[in-house]
């Protein structure tokens, strides 16, 4: 309803501060909203509990930072992400491991994982990199996020050596986005290849060469996605579920998704085959 007494209502100097307040205030509210139902839903038996605390914190901290000071909606630019192919080295011709009973190095899963993971991010509207391991443009490079593909040892270690592993930089300078990156790529990989996480990072993950060479902007993960000797049957026959895994964990990543429903959803297969 208009009304004759206050004709300068919508465009008054107070009125439009009051709008701005008022939006302001909604934005705020929604992002401590977000954060909340974030922390209540991560699942605590998913990851340590520090861990878990770090990634509701980060959560936080992004919503708290996005109501601060992005009070208008701006228009996303397409993400960048760039895919390491782990070994990928002309110069040195180094495959990483080999299985020496079949034809099988571990640069050739890599890349064939890291090239359907290409794919699958375009179909998704999301610009991709695929780089080489010592990949010139690495030095300063800036993208939403990096992710490198590597695969474990090719030998019978013991049965215990199957899984995968997601490691970000021991020295980071975004904590809270490298947390959410790996628990992002943890959670989807686990779920879309029914692995499991293996609980043994190394320094040749925590310490991996790129994380040093990049923009420290840019968040960085690397990815063992499973051993080649007892997970082979996957990584080889199924590409695809690993790429789909490592494609989830970047959507998650560069949407804020929720982690905890993918929890302990059974995988579901599609009844009808022809
Ligand atoms: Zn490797």
Request: one cysteine or more.
């Amino acid at each position: 309803m208009q009304s004759a007494q206050q004709p300068e209502k919508e465009t008054s100097p107070g009125g439009l501060l009051k709008d701005t307040w008022n939006f302001l205030w909604i934005t705020s509210l929604v992002g401590l909203v977000v954060a909340t139902l974030f922390t209540a839903w991560t699942e605590p038996g998913l990851l340590p509990a520090s861990f878990s605390r770090d990634v509701s914190q980060a959560i936080l901290l992004q919503a708290t930072e996005t109501s601060q000071s992005q009070p208008t909606p701006t228009p996303r630019a397409r993400p960048l992400v760039g895919i390491v192919v782990g070994h990928w080295d002309d110069e040195t011709g180094d495959p990483g491991a080999v299985c020496s009973d079949i034809d099988l190095t571990e640069f050739q899963v890599n890349q064939t994982i890291a090239t359907l993971v290409r794919d699958l991010l375009l179909e998704d509207g999301i610009d991709v990199d695929l780089l080489r391991e010592f990949d010139p443009l690495l030095s300063g490079y800036r993208a939403t996020a990096l992710i490198s593909i590597h695969a474990d040892s090719c030998e019978y270690i013991n049965d215990q050596a199957t899984g995968f592993k997601v490691s970000a930089a021991l020295a980071n300078p975004a904590p809270e986005r490298s947390a959410r990156l790996t628990a992002c790529l943890r959670n989807r990989y686990g779920q879309a290849t029914g692995l499991s996480l293996h609980n043994s990072i190394t320094p040749d993950m925590t310490s991996y060469h790129a994380f040093d060479e990049i923009d420290p902007q840019t968040t960085a993960a690397i990815i063992e996605v499973g051993f080649l000797n007892l997970d082979r049957q996957l990584l080889t026959q199924e590409p695809q579920k690993a790429a789909q895994g490592i494609v989830d964990g970047i959507n998650c990543f560069l949407n804020n998704e929720n982690l905890a429903p993918a929890v302990i959803l059974p995988t579901e297969t599609p009844a009808s085959t022809p």
